[in-house]
């Protein structure tokens, strides 16, 4: 279960077995992790269902294994091929999920990950990893580096500007199972989720394979594949394996021509909201204070979003979906149209 996707158990993960379970990707959304916000964006739920089944597919072509097992519909399984009509559910391989134990030390909240050893298997790296093949307005590295990020531990020689396309990808990872994600080093990582010096490697050369994958289906929509992330688990014989969704809007930051074509544009619009300062501030008291629901400390809640601007993202992931894949499943005008229709907008609203 998530802020934007429902989980349905078939069958328990065991200890030495995975078990099979069901998303039923949703028309929620969720921005700065606040989790679910007002408003439903119509039928994203089998845009982003789509989006991520074929490139699992294609992931699986490169011998790359995933959670994937294919489309549920009218009770049965298919792929992306025997597809008729729009599916927002996916059936997937379902493995162990152990959380990291949270406990108070000097006024400071912070996680117990013991249970991560390098003998343990058949369970959900508690990390998020990302790639990022440029620096986009909005990107969380500029805020990191003026908290103190040093452009060195990013593998820069130089201090970054917005919009910067990098020569070689910079390699991100993140917590995934704590109340905030917190971006660590890949050091701390390795250390926190038991994984060896092996391991870190095959998970960095994976994220570079399904980077390239994405930036590639992504040029046929002509969108640029800014950055994006990925999540991978151990199978029981603690093989690696990519595991939630991939090479959609929501894990994705696509732009053409500079627009945003992703989730990016909501997360822009609520930037500019009494909210978004809120959360800001909330989220820094909850640190300062040792607070694991930083949502609490909050002194408002998030508004909805304007109409016209909710239509145009409807739009987008349906169109996106369309020529990502290729499938044209959603009866909607081009991409490059819903575009023009954003550009239209931010201009009106100056």
Not at 5 to 24: S, T
Not at 78 to 89: A, E, F, I
Not at 114 to 139: K, Q
């Amino acid at each position: 279960m998530g802020s934007v996707k429902d989980l349905e158990v078939v069958k328990n993960p065991m200890k030495g077995e995975m078990g099979i379970a069901r998303f039923r990707f949703s028309d929620r959304y969720s921005v700065f992790d606040w989790g679910e916000m007002p408003d439903l964006i119509e039928e994203k739920g089998a845009a982003l269902c789509i989006m991520s089944a074929y490139c699992f597919e294609r992931l699986e072509k490169k011998r790359i294994k995933t959670h994937y097992r294919g489309f549920v519909q009218n009770g049965r399984l298919v792929t992306t091929d025997r597809l008729k009509r729009p599916c927002n559910v996916m059936e997937i391989d379902f493995v162990n999920v152990f959380h990291p134990i949270p406990y108070r030390e000097a006024g400071k909240l912070k996680y117990d990950y013991s249970v991560f050893t390098p003998d343990l298997t058949n369970f959900l790296i508690p990390l998020e990893i990302m790639y990022r093949n440029s620096l986009p307005e909005g990107s969380s590295v500029f805020k990191r580096l003026k908290r103190g990020l040093k452009p060195e531990d990013l593998g820069l020689n130089h201090y970054p500007n917005h919009g910067e396309k990098l020569k070689e990808p910079i390699l991100d990872v993140s917590t995934k199972l704590e109340e905030r994600d917190r971006y660590i080093t890949w050091s701390e990582a390795q250390k926190i989720a038991g994984l060896t010096e092996e391991e870190i490697a095959e998970i960095k050369a994976i994220l570079l394979e399904a980077n390239g994958l994405i930036t590639k289906i992504a040029s046929r929509a002509n969108l640029t594949n800014e950055d994006g992330k990925v999540e991978l688990a151990f199978d029981p014989q603690r093989k690696l394996i990519l595991v939630d969704a991939i090479g959609t809007l929501d894990e994705c930051r696509f732009t053409h021509k500079g627009f945003h074509v992703s989730k990016e544009i909501a997360r822009q619009y609520y930037k500019k909201t009494k909210w978004y300062m809120d959360v800001e501030k909330a989220k820094k008291e909850a640190d300062t204070k040792g607070i694991k629901d930083w949502k609490s400390l909050c002194k408002s809640q998030p508004p909805h979003l304007d109409p016209a601007l909710e239509k145009i993202i409807c739009n987008a992931y349906k169109a996106a979906a369309n020529e990502l894949t290729g499938l044209g499943l959603f009866d909607i005008s081009s991409l490059a149209d819903v575009i023009e229709e954003y550009q239209i907008y931010l201009g009106e609203q100056k």
